[in-house]
Structure formats: C-alpha cells, structure tokens
C-alpha cells in the first residue's frame, strides 16, 4: 500500500541501466514507484499499476539514473590559469609540477583559504554538476597535504551535502604530492600520512576510500603500497590514479589490493588489464584531463571491453589538468576521444561509476530496492545526452526519492 506522498513517474522510455538484453536496459512505456528514498516497483506497458500514487506524467520522455561523477578534485583553493598560459607558451604539465608549481600552487592557495571560501567556490563547482542530473559526487582531499587541510577539505566537501541535493563520496588522498616542508623526504611524508593523517581521518569517519597519485612526478609502487597497507588497517578501500602519464605498473599493484577503481590509465599494457578483471575493480576513463593536458596516448579501451572490465566515466574536475565541472561533457569526450560508445559513457556514469565507489548495491541503476535518484529529460533517446554539447538539462530530478530544484 503506498503511503502518502509516494510517487508514480508514469509513462516514460527508461533507460534503466539494467542488464535485460536490451541496450541502455531499456523499458518502454514503463512506470516507476518511489516510497520513500527507494524505488519500489517498475512496470511495463501491460502490467497493473498500483493504486494510492501521487501521479506523475513522464509524457513519453526518457528517466535515467541520477548521475554519479565518481572521481572529482572539487575543493580547493585558487586556480591555475596562469599555468595554462605557460603550457601554450610550450612548458609541459610534468615541467611545472618539477619546478614546484602544478599541484604544489594549490596547494598553498588552498592552505590559505579560509574554510568558508573553500566551500563557497565548492559549492558553485558542485551546483554545476548537479544542474546536469549528477546526484552523487565523489570528492578527493589532496591539496592541502597537512593534518588540518586535509581535515577540512574533507569536511567541507561532506558539508555540500547540506546545501545540494547529492550525496558526496570522500576519498583521502594524501599521496598527492610531496608538500614543501617534506621536500626531498617523500618517504618521510608517506609516513606521516599512514601514521598521524589517515588513522585521525578513518577515527573521524571523514572517509570513505584512500587514493594515491601513483606517477614519477607522484609515488612509487613501494610507497602507494605504504599507503594501501595503512587503508587496509584502517578498513578503507583504495583507489588510485595510475599511468596517467607513464606506465608503472600502479594498475597491477592497486588490483593486488582489490581497488575499488583504477583511474586514468592512458598508460596502462593491454596485457595487465585482465587483473583488474580479477580483482572486480572499475577502470575510470577521465577524458578531460587528457583533452586539457593535449594528450595522445589512449588507454587501452579494445582489452578492457575483452576482458569485460567495468569502464567509469569522470570528470576528474581540478584546477590543474581537468578544470571540467560538466558531466555530459566528460561523457561526450569519452565517446570522441576514447571512442566509447554512448551506452558505455551513459554506463560508465551510472551503474559503473556506482561501483567505482563501492556503491553498487544502492545506485546508479532504476531497479527495485535502489535509491530514488532519477532524472527525467526531454530526449526520444539516451543517446542524445552524449551527442549534444551543452545542449541538455533534467526536465526533472529526483533525489531520494525527493523533487529537487533545479
Ligand atoms: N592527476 C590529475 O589529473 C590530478 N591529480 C592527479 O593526480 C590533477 C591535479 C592537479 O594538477 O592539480
Ligand atoms: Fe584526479
């Protein structure tokens, strides 16, 4: 029996992201019931439909799962513009990183903000996400480095919370980069983290997963393994960013530690992708960072699809190398860029991205007992969302199970 304001989204082309032989896992002419935060029943055009509804006509339009960016840097501090410039004037990202610019300047712009600011340029970024129907945001730390930044950047990315309708994923990454006071003392600062940041964050519940910018201009295997180590005394699960710009075999040594994505992976060898396989863990595809970086090398798309790897799709939106805070347009460079096709970049926004962050059971797909975060948009077909650029936003949003604004 529903209960009162229980909702009945009627007459809509789901794409529901399901795995029922159909592409996008499409129903036609189908209804969703929402009670509460959940999706309660789905129907077809020749089943009855439940009575006590509050009523909604879909008008034949398209309802999808809210989307989920599952890999963002979106607090900080500053921006990086000026670094833009010198990139076109011909020095390249792994040149200014070396001359203690890139991540380092924001981290000092960062430190130097006041929480309130932080949250402020935070929640415009958000808001521009969530405009586009992403319901659910994940949020890494990494540019504050110290015990109190760290702190606070992950307390203002769960603070979104309060101001948009999405529910935010934390992610520590303290392996980010050396910070200036551990210059030349890498290890040093990779036992700092282990040993007094991410024990106090893991006591704080301010996480949800541990990251690592595993790169020559980041972390070596043994210290990324420090780290995965210390998340796993900590009950953390890890992510890392791997063969971005070289391959170091990050992508083998996350698996080993079932990593919950692997992301980047430009880099990475055809022949070490069937670990992840193994491991059950997602490869995210961040485009953006690869268009705004102007890079050539394509990550190895042919053995992830042979080897039936879930592929995510992110903005990776950062000041430094993705400054992107549009998820349809992550979605339409996958497909331009990697030559994903529209299903796997709607996928790859959905269900597979809900896995990225451990959240498989729960979102990213319209199916019974999922979260009521759904999106209705005046399309004839999911396909349309990837193919415009700029050109679409919901109709309508849900956030369990709630009208949202928009
Ligand atoms: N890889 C990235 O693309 C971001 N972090 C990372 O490890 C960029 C960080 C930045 O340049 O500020
Ligand atoms: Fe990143």
């Known amino acids: 029996m529903a ?26 002419n189908a209804s969703v019931a929402i009670s509460g935060s959940k999706i309660v029943g789905i129907f077809g055009e020749n089943d009855t439909l439940p009575e006590g509804y509050d009523v909604i006509d879909g008008q034949g339009q398209c309802l999808l799962p ?16 000026t670094e833009f410039e010198q990139r076109l004037l011909g020095q390249s990202y792994a ?75 934390t992610t520590y990454l303290g392996a980010h980069a050396v910070p200036v006071e551990y210059a030349q003392r890498a ?11 991410m024990p106090e964050i893991a006591r704080l519940g301010l996480a949800d997963a541990v990251d690592v910018f595993c790169e020559s201009i980041g972390f070596s295997l043994e210290q990324c393994t420090k780290v995965f180590n210390a998340a796993a005394l900590h009950g953390l699960r890890v992510k890392a960013h791997v063969e971005q710009l070289s391959d170091q075999k990050g992508a083998k040594l996350a698996a080993q530690f079932n990593a919950l994505s692997v992301d980047h ?16 863990t997602v490869a995210v595809m961040l485009p953006g960072a690869f268009y705004f970086l102007n890079e050539s090398q394509l990550p190895p798309i042919a053995a992830l699809r042979q080897h039936g790897v879930p592929m995510a799709v992110a ?12 998820i349809l347009t992550a979605m339409n460079m996958a497909c331009v860029l990697f030559k994903l096709t529209p299903e796997e970049a709607i996928r790859g926004t959905t269900i597979h991205a809900a896995r990225a962050l451990g959240l498989a059971e ?28 700029n050109q679409h936003r919901p109709l309508k949003k849900w956030y369990k199970g709630r009208l949202s604004t928009l």
């Open 3 to 28: 209960q009162q304001n229980d909702i009945l989204i009627r007459n809509v082309r789901l794409a529901s992201m399901q795995d029922n032989g159909k592409p996008y896992g499409l129903i036609e």
């Open 66 to 81: 809210g989307f989920i960016d599952c890999h963002t840097h979106l607090v900080y501090g500053g921006d990086r513009a």
């Open 95 to 169: 040149d200014i990183a070396k001359q203690g610019g890139g991540i380092r300047s924001t981290v000092s712009a960062t430190r130097a903000a006041s929480t309130q600011e932080l949250l402020q340029s935070a929640l415009s970024r958000a808001r521009r996400l969530a405009a586009e129907g992403v319901t659910t945001i994940e949020v890494k730390s990494g540019y504050g480095l110290d015990f109190d930044t760290e702190i606070r950047m992950l307390q203002v990315a769960k603070q979104l919370e309060q101001h948009l309708d999405v529910d935010i994923m």
């Open 187 to 197: 290890d040093d600062y990779i036992q700092y983290v282990c040993e007094t940041v």
């Open 265 to 280: 992976i430009e880099y990475m060898a055809a022949e070490d992708v069937a670990c992840l396989k193994q491991s059950g």
């Open 315 to 326: 903005t990776d939106l950062n000041p430094g190398s993705s400054p992107l805070s549009s």
């Open 362 to 389: 729960c979102k990213g797909k319209i199916a019974v007992g999922f979260d009521a975060d759904l999106c209705l948009w005046n399309i004839n077909h999911p396909v349309e969302l990837v193919y415009g650029i």
